[in-house]
């Protein structure tokens, strides 16, 4: 959005200036224009002024719609000790763009002004220090690149061993990245990078490259054995998971209860089904959601198998030792404490539950008694319905809490459309009320992708009957919830045809809402 966009033009000022000349830009910015209506130019004329540094080539970016790619190649002479660092940046024209361009106006096409920040990381997981060529002394671990034309390369010196190279620190610049790394480079980032960013970036990149192996494994798997299949993570072997993945995990854990708990956490997090989807499709493959959902469990438990013992020690370390405060840090070892938790509950749902239970029970904080209740929904063990009940008894008078109620059920991998028609019928539920629609209907067709797919048509079935309810009380929540099927042509035949014809039938219904056919219209015409 613009908004967005400007935050992130202004943090990269903020980048280039370095946090005093940002600060005397400020000063000078109000000095200036205080009580006035002002422009997007005198905010950067302030900053260039105030800073001596040249915006003028900045300012395109105030100019140019969408995201530009930043292509990146490095290579280490081991005889000169140098890493060479070549950039390239490329934008390519909007419609719009192309629109105006076609009817003779003028547009400002030059490259943009990229902050790129840059370190290198040594084969010891060190920062090395960074010396440009031309310059006679290192200056700090972490580098701000000006990229200001097309390609330019960068010559650091007095390198002592092959570095792998980490981009973009702190998110330097809002680009596309294309930068081939291996994954033991991935590997090694992931492990020791000193910026939180990039480590975590590091992380997802090589899992989605993890689980796209296991995707297509589960997507041509030998013949099993009998009474095993592939919908609940069984893959058909696991040796398209990396021991340098595992590793970098356990270092990652390590690090957090050593650290930055909150980080660790996070780097923890696979991809989403979502995200592995959106990967599938801009490869030019069709989105297969069980195989996807079955590779993505198959790596949760092996990395719970795998990790077991540390994980363990992890949860218990991070128990609450005081009071509850609702502060950084404290909240960053209840995230990390929670995690470990859901990937012991994929290592031993039956040993894990009752302890689920009872953190759901006595926890001192509704963020870990959600936490707790979001990873027993997910299970198949005697505990979880009782549990779920008592919940909801206990909490049935806070709106809110039943909101996040129905949402845990409606995103849980047990969860299919025809326990989504039950939780219809349950009293907690009303289709007047847009929150609940959003937490139970809009939760399974947005996060519950294997069963909002399902083979069979279920969830498209369900999607249907609700939004043809729906739309002639609130047409406004009836066509977010029709956009579930904006993807619907990025599936198989099978799929395809039972979205169609789910499509077809809201489209069918009786003064069907304006906004709801526009959605639906829109879809099916692809």
């Not at 970016?61 to 660092?85: F, H, N, Q």
């Not at 902050?115 to 220090?129: H, Y």
């Not at 289709?431 to 969830?459: E, M, Q, S, T, W």
Request: hydrophobic share 45%.
């Amino acid at each position: 959005t613009v908004y967005n966009k400007g935050a992130e033009v202004i943090r990269m000022i903020h980048t280039l200036l370095g946090e005093d000349g940002f600060q005397r830009g400020m000063r000078l910015y109000f000095q200036r224009h205080d009580g006035q209506a002002v422009t997007c130019e005198d905010f950067v004329a302030a900053m260039q002024d105030a800073s001596g540094v040249d915006l003028a080539q900045f300012r395109r970016w105030y100019a140019r719609a969408g995201t530009p790619v930043l292509k990146a190649e490095s290579v280490y002479d081991a005889a000169a000790r140098t890493c060479t660092l070549t950039l390239t940046q490329s934008l390519a024209p909007t419609a719009y763009e192309k629109r105006l361009a076609e009817n003779g106006q003028a547009i400002d096409d030059g490259p943009l002004h990229l902050p790129v920040a840059v370190g290198l990381v040594l084969p010891d997981g060190r920062d090395a220090a960074l010396r440009l060529a031309g310059e006679t002394a290192a200056a700090g671990t972490t580098r701000v690149l000006s990229l200001k034309t097309a390609e330019q390369r960068f010559v650091f010196e007095d390198v002592p061993a092959a570095p792998v190279v980490s981009l973009l620190r702190n998110f330097s610049a809002p680009v596309r990245l294309e930068f081939e790394q291996t994954d033991a480079e991935l590997a090694h980032l992931m492990a020791t990078d000193s910026d939180a960013f990039n480590r975590w970036e590091a992380g997802q990149r090589l899992a989605t490259r993890v689980l796209l192996a296991g995707i297509a494994a589960q997507q041509s798997p030998p013949i099993p054995h009998a009474g095993e299949g592939r919908g609940e993570g069984n893959a058909p072997s696991e040796n398209w998971i990396p021991q340098t993945f595992v590793d970098a995990c356990a270092r990652v854990l390590a690090d957090g209860l050593e650290d930055d708990a909150a980080l660790a956490a996070e780097a923890l997090m696979l991809p989403s089904e979502t995200v592995l989807a959106d990967t599938v499709a801009a490869r030019g493959g069709v989105i297969d959601p069980d195989a996807i959902f079955a590779a993505r469990l198959a790596l949760r438990r092996a990395l719970a198998v795998a990790l077991r013992d540390p994980l363990e020690a992890a949860w218990q370390a991070l128990a609450p030792a005081g009071d509850y405060a609702p502060d950084g840090a404290q909240a960053g070892r209840r995230s990390l404490r929670n995690t470990c938790l859901a990937y012991l509950a994929d290592a031993a749902p039956v040993d894990i539950a009752p302890r689920l239970v009872a953190q759901i029970e006595t926890g001192g904080n509704m963020t870990d008694v959600a936490a707790a209740l979001a990873t027993l929904a997910q299970l198949d063990v005697p505990e979880r319905i009782p549990t779920l009940t008592a919940f909801h008894d206990a909490w049935h008078a806070e709106a809110l809490v039943v909101d996040k109620w129905l949402a845990i059920q409606a995103t849980a991998r047990v969860t299919t459309a025809a326990t989504v028609r039950e939780l219809m019928r349950h009293p907690a539920f009303d289709l007047k009320n847009p929150n609940r629609v959003y937490a139970l209907i809009r939760g399974f067709c947005g996060a519950n992708p294997r069963h909002f797919h399902a083979a069979d048509g279920a969830g498209y079935a369900l999607a249907a009957d609700v939004i043809s309810e729906l739309q002639a009380m609130n047409p406004q929540v009836a066509s977010r919830i029709a956009r579930s099927f904006d993807r619907w042509r990025q599936f198989d035949a099978g799929r395809q045809a039972h979205a169609r014809a789910a499509l077809e039938r809201i489209l069918a219904t009786d003064n069907l809402a304006k906004d709801v056919a526009e959605v639906v219209g829109n879809a099916l015409r692809g």
